[in-house]
DNA sequence: TTCCGTTTTTACCATATGTTAAGTGGAAGC
DNA sequence: GCTTCCACTTAACATATGGTAAAAACGGAA
């Protein structure tokens, strides 16, 4: 379950100056990764890129790592440049369960909390070692007064993941373990690969038994 | 399963005189509901608030009426102002899975299809007897036209409610039918009385069988 | 009212999934 | 290199839920 993101590679290097120019080239390839995706649905101006890339914190995670902790009024925005992150709870009887996983090229934030700033009950965690690019709300919004029409976007964006997310979770109904693992397999091949079965176990509802022994009988 | 709506006082009515002053009473009525609903949020001048009431039209529904069929593309927007709808597919062996439930001062649509143009594969059904409002998508954006911030503020309601839809079904992950039955007497206790047990099962993934078992094992 | 179709209830059996427990393998740390 | 820990697998057993069938209750139509 291992990936290159940037924390292994901090860890590999020996020359000081080497790591910084990694690192530095690593953000590069970051914020452009971000600027690339934006790009697919409007135009940016290169001072609007600018804004961006400068209001946008890079962040490194091994798998397991903590993006955000439940309990508390979740305040940041993500964007997954590398690795897979999920967000979960762990219920009364201590049992994680993994709401949604998400991927490259996509937001991530406790939506309902990030907007009323309530506390929210789920937490976001690496599913496998991940870069995001971080920026917090007041950034944010900040960011958003310098690039008109940038809220709006990220709106739009957001409001097809949900949609996404429920349609996703809507085809699960009625079917039972097999069938959702399978289901799983159609939708999101690229995550049943790189997270561990127990996530993926939480993700669809049974247990990691269960799961193996799906594994086991379709092979 | 019966609630007082438009067509039910159409059928005890007599006198057409009587029935078109009572059918136009409860049109206002309904428009005043759907007003009052929206200036919770912001102020309406009088204007804005006719233009908004003439651009909706109101139906009435029985329960098992069919407001939309899966399979076309969802050109409308509902407003529930009596009643429940429900959010519905068929799957392949024919059974029926309830997605979601929509009650009084819900807006409802299929709104990837709305959005998109594209064929959906939901229906949309009455659960009980149901007045609604309802305006076409064409009628709708003239509206935004004429209404500042209109659209603003349905993208906000919407989103809120995709929100709401995610967090009712995350709290059902992990849990038995059991617990799943009572988590949705708790989250929505006044659906429980108004709509057929059948489609309560449906919603929660069960048979109706399981669910009559449960409810006797409560008692 | 009576009849008929649908929904709900009840019961019995089959089975998928959870629970518990034990064993295996690989990764991390000493 | 050894130990420890954790994730994963496998197995035996317990149980909740589905499937099927049939009866009972309900509601609408003649």
New interface residues.
């Given amino acids: 379950m291992s990936s290159t993101n940037v924390q292994n590679l901090i860890e590999v290097s020996t020359s000081k100056d080497l790591l910084i120019e990694i690192i530095s080239s690593i953000f590069v390839s970051m914020t452009n990764r971000l600027i690339a995706f934006l790009q697919q649905y409007r135009f940016f101006s290169a001072d609007e890129q600018q804004l961006i890339k400068d209001s946008f914190e890079p962040r490194s995670y091994k798998e397991g790592g903590q993006l955000f902790k439940g309990g508390n009024i979740c305040r940041e925005l993500f964007f997954v440049c590398n690795g897979v992150l999920r967000i979960m709870?762990t219920?009364q009887k201590g049992?994680e369960?993994t709401?949604f996983f998400l991927k490259e090229d996509m937001f991530c934030t406790i939506?309902?909390s990030f907007n009323n700033e309530v506390p929210a009950t789920e937490s976001i965690q690496a599913a496998c070692d991940a870069d995001v690019l971080a920026i917090s709300k007041s950034k944010l919004l900040a960011l958003y007064k310098q690039v008109p029409g940038l809220k709006e976007l990220l709106?739009q964006i957001?409001?097809n993941r949900?949609?996404d997310?429920?349609?996703i979770?809507?085809a699960y109904?009625?079917a039972d373990s097999e069938t959702r693992y399978k289901l799983f397999m159609q939708q999101q091949p690229d995550i049943v690969l790189r997270v561990p079965l127990k996530d993926i176990a939480?993700y669809l509802?049974i247990t990691p038994q269960s799961l193996s022994r799906i594994r086991k009988s379709i092979k």
């Fill in positions: 709870v219920n049992a369960l709401h939506l309902h709106d957001m409001q949900l949609l997310k429920i349609q979770r809507n109904l009625g939480s509802g």
